[in-house]
């Protein structure tokens, strides 16, 4: 019988500043778009990471929690927190920090461990800006 | 390559009145489908849109969040705050103004301005009517 | 020696419609006091009440906790929950539903079953109407 | 024309205290796998429970909430608030009391009352065991 | 006979960045001091504005809410909200934005439109800079 | 001139389990005393400690924040997280853990910490026990 598949999720927060500057496009250009965005702020940033799989019948979890923890902070939260996201982050080096490429960049780092997962598989990256804002990666599953 | 795809919700507040009384059924018959929430009383409401798509690779971004944001101002919030969803809503006349009936209705309000998502799509929109309960639309998505 | 005195707070929450419109005000002047909150709306209110007394060395607590919300739903709860506070609860009759004069209303009535707290005293009453404004009303304590 | 279908879901939360530990597994091996968590403590968890359907015309609900609330308390709170996931609740005699299977044996025990929801079918139960943590358990619908 | 007091609050939101660094120490005591603080990072802070008077008996207020979240977005909310602490807000300059010191310039900002407060005075400003972490300033009325 | 003087608040929140039950008392009268609470449950647990004090004008703070953190981490959190309050607990033994007895306790193990306060001094502990009730304890100074 297939065993029962379930979704954990486990959430870290961060203090981060970031500005929204393309390089591509003007400072006018800039400004219309990213508006009060466009200059130097920051967030209390909520990144939950969702992985799924089937429950092990030993242990009655999917991966341990403890493992999915170790993950996020050793390949998100040691690097970003009390950081400024356009110029101290390595791996963001090059990229706009938007929430919608933050969620991508955690994914990539994330799924680069997969085989910490187990039998557990990635499926959402969520990143909550502030408290009406938030964004939703699913990499290539959907 | 394609580009990855990112949903991205805004959720805005309203305080308003309502109560919940259907016109073909009698009022005993009101009274106990509905209970407590047959007579008029009110709650603050959380409404979070989802849209989804492609991040574009100049600005970061599936859709200007500010954009999104006059959406739901110019399309829900203003029509909605402080009213009596039973009576003083133009398009909410005739409608039972049940958690389920306010999804689909500011679905269609904001499907309506679909044209002002560029390349996202309206995903899912979300009605929290307390701490405890809430109800999601997803149109024909699904 | 002096036993240590604790507060304790249990809150309950409630769905209400209310309008504020002052009957020695003109309809402008209402309107132009109250603005939006001039008209029917309503709120998921929140109702904190903080109690203050020694602890009891036998049970450890300051009073019953099962007593306090038992007080809390037949003085409040009961008589506002789903209720529209300008028209159906009796003892709001005449009384302009502001935070603050529920906050005062809300008190006396707990303040008149005070036998009931022990050697407890109520501290504070506090009324949460949206997630960004409350009010505190503390009797004649301070 | 079809109706439209909307998600609704209804939350609870109770107290109560678990452990976790394998009978399978040595104690070293428990005590390796789940860390702190080997030894009885507790949480307020927080239980929610979503179904889907098509909203009837005439109530414009998927189903009475209040229905979905007494199903809820009848079948899952009213046994395990303060409880000793471990100890005192039969339904869960022999199951390892993590979130996961919590989930599982939670829809379990909504499945089992599907006639009482109408139209609506039972779409996901999320428990959340602590501010960061929470699980989600679909059935067989995913 | 007096009035009841009652004091009423009203809380905003912001995002902004910042860092702590002491100019009279040198960078190594700054580090130690500070920690991951002493670089640029930022927050979502949450500003809470506590007023308290006697409750007028014709409005049944303490004083229009409406007035208090103006004073609030004009003295403080505009001049902070996507900004750089330590940078680019004028009256911010040569102060270090602690937490303790932005509660107490928010203050200074309020208290000087105190005449706005009607019957009302200041009672406390509390900065909410991260879920765990806040700091509450009286002036000098304690 | 005085310096200004500002609260801190530090939280922290730990997962543990608990049982009310007093020795003095017979099965009968613990039972209807603490009624559900008189079995083992357990809480997310959540810790605020609040310490008053001058700011210091070369730091801008109260005191270290981190150091605040680590006195609580070391003083409460590393002995009571995923612990059971009766039983594991060595400076809980013989004390009846209600919330009331639990603040009381975490102000003296914190008030022996004094010292490292530097002029700060401790003004309360609340102990939030679930999402509707808490306690406050403020030792002698009121």
């Known amino acids: 019988m297939a065993r029962p598949e379930v979704r954990i999720t486990h959430a870290e927060e961060f203090s981060a500043a970031h500005r929204l500057h393309a390089p591509q496009l003007s400072d006018a250009e800039n400004k219309a778009l990213y508006g ?7 967030h209390n940033y909520r990144v939950e990471v969702t992985v799924t799989g089937p429950v092990d019948p030993v242990t009655g979890m999917v991966m341990n929690l403890t493992e999915l923890m170790r993950i996020m902070r050793e390949e998100i939260w040691d690097h970003v927190d009390h950081q400024h996201l356009n110029e101290t982050v390595p791996f963001l080096k090059g990229i706009l920090p938007t929430a919608e490429n933050l969620a991508i960049v955690f994914w990539q ?9 187990g039998s557990a598989r990635l499926f959402r990256v969520r990143v909550v800006e502030s408290r009406d804002n938030f964004v939703d990666y699913f990499g290539d599953l959907r």
């Open 109 to 117: 780092r994330v799924h680069a461990q997969r085989e910490r997962l």
């Open 36 to 42: 009060p965005c466009n200059t130097v702020h920051g």
